[in-house]
C-alpha cells in the first residue's frame, strides 16, 4: 500500500483546495460583472435623464446626427462646416408646422412617444416587401435618435431609441418636442433645422415659407439627403398629399 509522505501531502493540497473554491469564484465573477454592467446602464439613463430635464429650456449646440456626420466631413475637409441656424418655436411658420406633423406623425397629439398602429402597419409592409421600406417613428422616437444616438439599426439601439422617447415624452411638452425636432431635422446634405432647409432648398427664411414650400420640405424629410440632389416624381406626389392635408392639421399652442 502506497504511503503518502507529508512534503507529497503539502505539494497535492494547494490543487485541491484551488478545485475546490472555483465553482465559488466563477458565480462571483458573474454576479460582479452583472452588477458593473447595471451601475453603468444605469448611469448612463440617468445622464440622458438629466440631459433631457436641460432640454426643457436649452438647446444643444449640436445632436448626435450632427457631430457623426460633421467628423466625416471633417476627415476629406478638416475646414468643413454644418448649415443650422436655431429659432424660436413662435418664428417657425404654422404652415411648416403642419405640413411636417401631417408628413411625419398625423397622431402627433394623441400618443405618448409611439403610435402602434404605425408601427404596426410598417411591420406588415416590410414583411410584405421583405427589407424595410417603411418607419412607423413618431416624431418624438425621430427627436431621440437624432439628439442622442446613431444611424446604426440595432435592436440595442432600437431598445435605447424606445428608453429616450419615453422619457422624452415624461419631461418635455409638445410644444417642446417639436420645437426641437423642427431645429435639429436633417434636411439635406449638412442641412440641419427649418431655417437652414428654407435658405437652403428656397432662398427664404423659415418664417416666410409658402404652404407648397413647407410641404416640400416635409416630404424629403424621410431621406434629406437624397432629395437635396434630386427631385423625383414620387416626392411631388408626397408634397400634394402634405399641402391638402396642412389646413386640416392641429399644433401644439
Known amino acids: ?4 509522505s507529508p512534503t507529497m501531502q503539502d505539494q497535492y493540497r494547494p490543487a485541491i483546495t484551488s478545485r475546490s473554491i472555483l465553482p465559488a469564484i466563477r458565480p462571483l465573477r ?10 453603468l446602464v444605469l448611469s448612463w439613463q440617468l445622464w440622458l435623464f438629466i440631459q433631457l430635464f436641460d432640454l426643457r429650456n436649452e438647446n444643444p449646440q449640436m445632436s448626435a446626427f450632427m457631430e457623426q456626420e460633421l467628423e466625416l466631413k471633417r476627415v476629406e475637409n478638416p475646414e468643413a462646416i454644418l448649415q443650422h441656424e436655431l429659432i424660436t418655436y413662435a418664428q417657425m411658420p404654422f404652415n411648416l408646422k403642419r405640413a411636417v406633423i401631417a ?7 394623441n ?8 408601427i404596426q402597419s410598417a411591420l406588415e409592409k416590410n414583411v410584405q416587401a421583405g427589407r424595410i421600406t417603411a418607419g412607423g417613428s413618431t416624431i418624438s422616437q425621430q427627436l431621440a435618435k437624432n439628439l442622442f444616438l446613431s444611424g446604426e439599426r440595432s435592436m440595442f439601439r432600437k431598445g435605447e431609441e424606445m428608453i429616450i422617447t419615453a422619457m422624452l415624452e415624461a419631461t418635455l411638452s409638445k410644444q ?8 435639429y431635422a436633417e434636411w439635406g446634405n449638412g442641412i440641419y433645422g427649418a431655417e437652414a432647409a428654407a435658405q437652403h432648398h428656397f432662398g427664404v427664411s423659415a418664417a416666410n415659407l409658402t404652404d407648397w414650400q413647407a410641404a416640400r420640405l416635409a416630404a424629403i424629410l424621410p431621406n434629406p439627403r437624397f432629395y437635396d ?9 408626397k408634397a400634394e398629399i402634405i399641402l391638402n392635408r396642412i389646413p386640416t392639421i392641429r399644433i401644439p399652442a
Request: glycine share 6%; proline share 0%.
Open 1 to 4: 500500500m502506497m504511503t503518502i
Open 30 to 39: 458573474l454576479k460582479h460583472v452583472l452588477l458593473v454592467a447595471l451601475a
Open 103 to 109: 408628413s411625419e406623425d398625423a397622431a402627433f397629439f
Open 111 to 118: 400618443h405618448n412617444g409611439f403610435d402602434w398602429k404605425a
Open 176 to 183: 417642446r418636442i417639436l420645437e426641437l425636432y423642427l431645429n
Open 229 to 237: 440632389g434630386h427631385r423625383t416624381e414620387g416626392m411631388y406626389k
